[in-house]
C-alpha cells in the first residue's frame, strides 16, 4: 500500500503561480506512473501531467507551457509547478501512482485510471487551488 500526501494549495489572483508537493510512503507495487489530476465538483476529473518510471512526462493540452511536473525520486516527492494560473484551472488536485502499461504514456494511464469504476491505483486526499479573476 502507498500513502500519498498533498501539499502547496491555496488561492491566487490570475497569471500568480503555486508549487504543488507530494509526498509518498509505502509500497506502490505495480503503480509504476505518477501524476497529477483535478477536479471540479460536479465534473469529471482531468488528468493533467504525468510521469513514468524512465522519468517522460506529458501533459495536458491545457496545461502544456504553463505546468511543470518533476521528480525527486530520494525524497519520494512528485512536485507541479504550475504557473500563469488562470481561473479555469480552480479545482481540487490530487496526487496519484497508477499502473502503466506497455504502449501507453503516462498521461493515458492516468487518465484511464481515475475514470475506472475501481481504480487500480492510489490517490492522495487532495488539496485546492483557487485562481480569481
Not at 508537493?21 to 471540479?40: E, I, P, Y
Not at 518510471?53 to 516527492?77: H, M, W
Not at 503516462?106 to 475514470?115: S, T
Request: one cysteine or more; aromatic letters at 8%.
Amino acid at each position: 500500500r502507498v500513502r500519498l500526501v498533498e501539499s502547496g494549495g491555496g488561492s491566487v489572483q490570475a497569471g500568480g503561480s503555486l508549487r504543488l508537493s507530494c509526498v509518498a510512503s509505502g509500497d506502490s507495487g505495480s503503480a509504476n506512473c505518477a501524476g497529477w489530476f483535478r477536479q471540479v465538483s460536479g465534473k469529471e476529473r482531468e488528468g493533467v501531467a504525468a510521469i513514468d518510471n524512465q522519468g517522460s512526462t506529458t501533459y495536458a493540452d491545457f496545461v502544456k507551457g504553463r505546468f511543470t511536473l518533476s521528480q525527486d525520486s530520494k525524497k519520494n516527492t512528485l512536485s507541479l509547478q504550475m504557473n500563469s494560473l488562470k481561473p479555469t484551472d480552480t479545482a481540487m488536485y490530487y496526487c496519484a501512482a497508477v499502473p502503466c502499461r506497455g504502449g501507453m504514456t503516462a498521461l493515458q494511464a492516468l487518465n484511464e485510471d481515475i475514470h475506472l469504476t475501481i481504480p487500480w491505483g492510489w490517490w492522495g486526499q487532495g488539496t485546492q487551488v483557487t485562481v480569481s479573476p
